[in-house]
């Protein structure tokens, strides 16, 4: 069954470092996101990514944030100067088309900067 | 804007217990209801979907049903077991901006004791 990966699984940084977090979403889907969650908190959204652009972003997508989709297979999210808050679980998702509205996850990347 | 309220737990069942995890939620338009599980460890992973009024999701013994007139998505299931032990997050999504992201509640951390 088709899935959604996530390297690495665990990145720890030091604060004002830069850091790419890679997915590759499942093979023939088109839209794409990240979202986080903050131990213990909920889920949230930061970007979608449709048609080599993006589409939405909250409002925690910062200038400091950025995402790119280099190849047509990967899917990438990088930070560029991380700060202590940045530390959380980041998952990749990934939904084939609008009718559906089924987002598949990746089993997420745990970022921790000290 | 568009948001979701769940029993937030934790909760403690014994196995073959009857489970109810109340989900509510505020969205303009007509959003697109999920209930997602997170195991131990792992990412998020769909459980069930319904995308109209009246709908019912079912899987692995869980259903739910999309009720307009109380804006509800309720979780059930008739007996857990202790495999179900996981969180639980509400999410919807609806067509803002065109990126279908997904809004989820806090989470509710359910634990099954044999």
């Known amino acids: 069954e088709p899935e959604v990966t996530q390297t690495p699984s665990h990145q720890v940084t030091q604060m004002g470092q830069e850091v790419i977090l890679r997915c590759v979403p499942i093979s023939n889907h088109l839209y794409f996101y990240w979202y986080r969650q903050i131990l213990g908190q909920k889920v949230e959204f930061l970007v979608s990514?449709?048609?080599?652009?993006?589409?939405?972003k909250s409002e925690i997508f910062d200038d400091q944030f950025s995402v790119e989709r280099p190849d047509g297979s990967n899917f990438t999210l990088k930070i560029r100067s991380t700060k202590l808050e940045d530390s959380a679980m980041y998952f990749c998702?990934?939904?084939?088309?609008?009718?559906?509205?089924?987002?598949?996850f990746g089993p997420g990347t745990r970022l921790t900067v000290t | 804007g568009n948001s979701v309220t769940q029993m937030e737990g934790p909760v403690t069942l014994s196995e073959e217990a009857f489970l109810t995890i109340n989900c509510t939620y505020t969205a303009t338009g007509y959003p697109s209801l999920f209930w997602y599980v997170q195991y131990p460890g792992e990412g998020l992973q769909l459980l069930l979907k319904?995308?109209?009024?009246?709908d019912k999701g079912s899987n692995k013994g869980f259903e739910a049903t999309y009720r307009k007139e109380t804006t509800s998505f309720h979780l059930e299931k008739g007996s857990v077991q202790v495999s179900d032990s996981a969180v639980y997050f509400c999410a919807l999504s609806a067509t803002q901006g065109g990126s279908e992201k997904l809004v989820f509640g806090k989470g509710m951390k359910l634990t099954v004791n044999p």
């Open positions: 998702a990934s939904m084939g088309g609008r009718t559906s509205r089924e987002q598949y």
């Open positions: 990514f449709y048609n080599n652009e993006i589409s939405e």
């Open positions: 319904a995308t109209k009024a009246d």
